[in-house]
């Protein structure tokens, strides 16, 4: 590729986003419930998609505060996003295919307007659109990818776009996947083999797949192809997290699946947030606060956590591959 080309060529990482203090939480959750590739509402109940919004985000802000004060105030999410924007277009530079990485969030800044306002001011033709989500749902990828059209209409701006819509079980981050957990694993005192390791992913309603979203397929992808490379001894489970309203959701629940490991006599967890590549309020807080709390009372001595792969080599080596093929492609 010319160097003409590789300048006229950018990469768009699409994130959902998080309050970044906590007078952004009820804007962030407004937003969140405003997206209907998120919330889904029954066809009859669309045109009052932003009343829903309003009133749930106004109920649920108090909650979601303390949530974010738990771990600092706000969500680290916008920092580890631009460090893994800035590592992607290192690792670009030296395979000698320098390109600018633009960071579009769905619900917080810097939002998808801004990301396509500073490619269109760069004279951006092509545009490869990579969603930080290695398991494709329409409420994260597709909703990445909605944002940004959105925002191209507005601007009337028309760059050819190259989507990666998954890699749930591309070897590189697999690689990474497998190296976080091994190093938390080397910090149990308890056997391997009677660690039971968790591997948590967020939670979706059965809705969505039912009507076709392939996340759970791309879940089970992923985690037998770490499990595959890991060859952990212990018992391995599959969990989702964060379930929000009455519709049923993937089974089993994280929670719940804490609680009946501790009735079983568990001794030790180790969970792996396989479809977190940031940190973020479902980690920090969720499974590091309220989970461990849980494991406590359920009679777990040891709960322990994998860190999310945020910058890890392997897995910034994974967005160069995708970004180089698509761009070839």
Known sequence: MSAQSLSRTGIVLTQVGGPDDLASVKPYLKSFFSDPDLIRLPRR???????FAWSLASVRAPYSRKLYASIGGG????????????????????????????????????????AMSAAQQAGIEELVVIGLFPQYSFSTTLS??????NALSHLRYDPKLHVVEEYCDHPSYVAAVVDVTRRALRDFRTPAQDIHL??????????????????????KRSVAAVSQQLDHPGPIHTSFQSRLGPQKWLQPAS????????????????????????????TLNEIDIQYADIAKRAGIEEFGRACAI????????CLADLAQQAAAG
Request: glycine share 10%; net charge neutral.
């Open 45 to 51: 109940l669309k045109s009052l998609q932003g009343v």
């Open 75 to 114: 969500s680290p999410i916008r920092q580890q996003t631009q460090a893994q924007a800035d590592a992607l277009a290192a690792e670009l530079r030296r395979r000698g295919e320098p390109r600018p990485v633009y960071v579009a969030m769905r619900h917080s800044q810097p939002n998808s307007l801004a």
């Open 144 to 149: 990445g990818l909605t944002g940004l059209k």
């Open 198 to 219: 968790i591997f948590s992913a967020h939670g979706l309603p059965l809705s969505y797949i039912e009507g076709g979203d392939p996340y759970y397929e791309h879940v």
């Open 255 to 282: 929670d719940t699946l804490i609680e009946e490991l501790g009735r079983g006599g568990a001794k030790a967890i180790c969970m792996v947030p396989i479809a977190f590549v940031s940190e973020h309020v479902e």
């Open 310 to 317: 945020k910058c890890h080599p392997a897995y910034i080596r």
